[in-house]
Every structure is written in structure tokens, then in C-alpha cells.
């Protein structure tokens, strides 16, 4: 076959040997150089989407329990507000809302007992005042009696300390005490975790009025079934996924680590916690349930890829192989165990070969439409 190239004086010829012609698409035999069934994907495409290839290995993966549990403060990182006295509350600010910040020291609430008999502040402040001045008193006449020795060294002690408990009972009226309402603070810096009453609400002593909480330390609590309870000690970490959340963490990321496991079962559940500590960097929010990947200390050498290299069709898992340099291909794979961000494959992926990690669902639509749609660009 000739090709003749002509523009304005300049003029030349190609010419293409031994090319075969074919009649129709059915007539082309693949040669044996030839992969049937490959998938062509650009260099250019790769660049502009998240797109990576990953050598395949074998390596030491552990043996995963799979289980459920949730995030929890942290023992002395949260604490419950209570009333420290009968009356109607009322909230300090009108923003005092769940997940507002709170300073230590900072008023929240305060109580109002005028109305109510029993526990009316202004009066035992007051009960309070006059017996402090009585034994104030009583210290002074005391003083002068035990230098005439008319008193004895042990009596005088008696109204010395009479004295003082009387100064401590009136500092703790007087302290959170203002105009007859009792004030509430916040005892820890960090954030409003719930509110348990409404403003102007009735509350007794002891009630709970809210809860505060620092969320710096957290605790995942995965909740192991009693079927694997003599694999309890053989745990050594985890991987976990909250409910709405498409991220699979390590504890690692967390400086994570367990502090603690039940020796028993619920009887109820019978599950048997297991307590992880984290540092929170602002991800983790407190009462999220999670599902969780117990690792052991069971390993053993397998294929494994990550989990982002899978696609799904009709329950059946694939994966694209790289057999050139802008050429794949798709393969189907027989899956094992999986610890939420890596997956062990039993069959169809051979240790040396090249699988694409990133970018898996972009091949696909190479494979149906032979081309990656264009996106919108400036």
C-alpha cells in the first residue's frame, strides 16, 4: 500500500508492505502474540484521575476476628455536672447547646431555691453567716479564758475548731452562691457532650444536669463473641470502620493500643470486651458504633492486596492486572479473610504479578466504553 503526502510544492510516498486484508471482524484470527480480551488505558488517562499499580506479594497477614463495638470517653477525660442544690434551673447563656465549647471554672447553670422551704440558699447562707460570727465570737472570749487558765487547753481546741468549720460551712454557701440562686460550674475544659434537663426545669439534689467532655482520650470497645474467647490473649490490635464513615483506621493512626479485657463474659450478651486506648486528633467522635477487625497473633504468608483494588459485578470480585505498559487485564479472584483495609486472595492473582490498586472502577469504564468519559474542565 502506497500513501502520497503533497502540500504546496513538496511531495512524498510511503509505501506499507505485506499488509493482510480481512473481509469482515469475524476473519481476524488473534495472534498468538496476542492477549484476547485486553483493556487499553492510557498513560494520559492514568494521569488525570487517583490512579496507581501495585506489585502483588505474599506476606504475613494476621488471622482477623471480625466483631462490632463503639467509641467511648475515656474514664476521668468526661464528667457528669449534677445539682448541688433543690430549685428551678436555669441555663447562664441561651447557647448553652451539645458540642459548644466550655472553659474550666465557667458558669453554666444556676438554681433557684427562694420559693422552696427546705432548700433555700439565701437562708442557709444567712444560718451560715450568724454562725460564724457566734463562734468567731466565742474564739475571742476563749482566747482570753485559756491565758487565765479558765479554761482548759482541750475546751479552747473544741471552739477553735468549731470556729473553722464554721468559716468552711460559710465559704461553701457563699461561693457558688448569688442572690439566693446556687451556681453550677464547669469542672473541665472541653465540650458540652449532652444536656439533661431543659431551662427552667425542676431538679433535685444529686440530679444529673449535663455532661462534659474533653475528647482527647477515647476508648474502642470491641465486643468479642464467646465463640473466640480463648483467642482473647492472642490479640495484639485492630482495625475499625464507624457507621457512616468510609475510612478504615489502625489503632496505630491513634497511638492506640489495648489497656484492658473483661475475664468473663456478659451474661446477657455473652460478649466479652475488649478495651482499646486512642488519642483522638478530631476524627473520632465519642458513642459512634463501629465495626471492628481484632488482629491475632496468628500469621500466616498469603497473597494480599488492598481492598480498593477490588470491583464487584453481580457478587462476583475482579481485578485488573497490568500485562504492558498501557494495557490490562480483567481477571476474577477468589476471595479469603480481610482486616478492613487489605484482603487475602485464595485464587486467580499469582505473587509477581502487577494489579491496579487505584483507579480499579476508572479501568472498568475503559473495559465497557473503551474510553474515560471527559470531565467538566476549566
Known amino acids: ?59 504475613l497477614f494476621t488471622s482477623i476476628i471480625k466483631t462490632s463495638g463503639q467509641i467511648l470517653s475515656a474514664p476521668g477525660d468526661e464528667i457528669i455536672i449534677t445539682a448541688t442544690a433543690s430549685g428551678q434551673v436555669r441555663f447562664v447563656k441561651n447557647n448553652l447547646l451539645q458540642g459548644i465549647s466550655v472553659a474550666k471554672g465557667a458558669r453554666l447553670f444556676e438554681i433557684e431555691t427562694s420559693d422552696l422551704t427546705d432548700g433555700n440558699l439565701e437562708t442557709k447562707y444567712n444560718e451560715a453567716k450568724a454562725n460564724n460570727e457566734k463562734a468567731k465570737a466565742d474564739l475571742q472570749r476563749a482566747d482570753l479564758l485559756v491565758k487565765d487558765k479558765i479554761i482548759s487547753d482541750k475546751d479552747y481546741l473544741v471552739t477553735k475548731n468549731a470556729y473553722k468549720q464554721s468559716e468552711i460551712n ?42 462534659i467532655s474533653k475528647n482527647k482520650t477515647l476508648i474502642l470497645q470491641a465486643d468479642l463473641s464467646s465463640q473466640f474467647y480463648s483467642k482473647l490473649n492472642k490479640v495484639i490490635g485492630a482495625n475499625f470502620k464507624t457507621i457512616g464513615n468510609d475510612n478504615t483506621y489502625d489503632i496505630k493512626d491513634f497511638n492506640g493500643k489495648i489497656v484492658s479485657y473483661a475475664k468473663s463474659s456478659d451474661a446477657l450478651t455473652f460478649y466479652t470486651p475488649i478495651y482499646f486506648e486512642l488519642t483522638n486528633n478530631g476524627e473520632l467522635v465519642t458513642g459512634s458504633f463501629a465495626e471492628i477487625f481484632l488482629k491475632t497473633k496468628e500469621e500466616t504468608q498469603q497473597v494480599v492486596i488492598p481492598m480498593t483494588a477490588l470491583t464487584e459485578e453481580s457478587g462476583k470480585f475482579f481485578v485488573y ?3 504492558g505498559g498501557e494495557s490490562f487485564l480483567k481477571k476474577e479472584v477468589e476471595l479469603g479473610d480481610n482486616d478492613g483495609i487489605n484482603i487475602v486472595v485464595l485464587q486467580g492473582l499469582s505473587e509477581g504479578e502487577r494489579v491496579v490498586t487505584r483507579g480499579a472502577i476508572q479501568v472498568k469504564m475503559a473495559a465497557a466504553s473503551t474510553a474515560i468519559p471527559h470531565g467538566h474542565e476549566h
Open 1 to 59: 500500500m502506497i500513501f502520497i503526502v503533497e502540500k504546496d510544492t513538496l511531495k512524498d510516498s510511503f509505501l506499507i508492505e505485506n499488509i493482510q486484508i480481512y473481509k469482515d471482524l469475524k476473519s481476524i484470527k488473534i495472534s498468538e502474540d496476542e492477549t484476547p480480551n485486553q483493556i487499553s488505558y492510557l498513560k494520559e488517562q492514568a494521569w488525570k484521575t487517583d490512579f496507581k499499580v501495585e506489585l502483588v506479594q505474599k506476606i
Open 170 to 211: 460559710l465559704k461553701t454557701y457563699s461561693k457558688n452562691t448569688r442572690n439566693g440562686k446556687k451556681n453550677i460550674y464547669s469542672q473541665l475544659d472541653g465540650f458540652i457532650k449532652k444536656i439533661y434537663i431543659h431551662n427552667g426545669d425542676y431538679v433535685s439534689t444529686g440530679q444529673q444536669l449535663a455532661s
Open 321 to 323: 492486572v497490568q500485562i
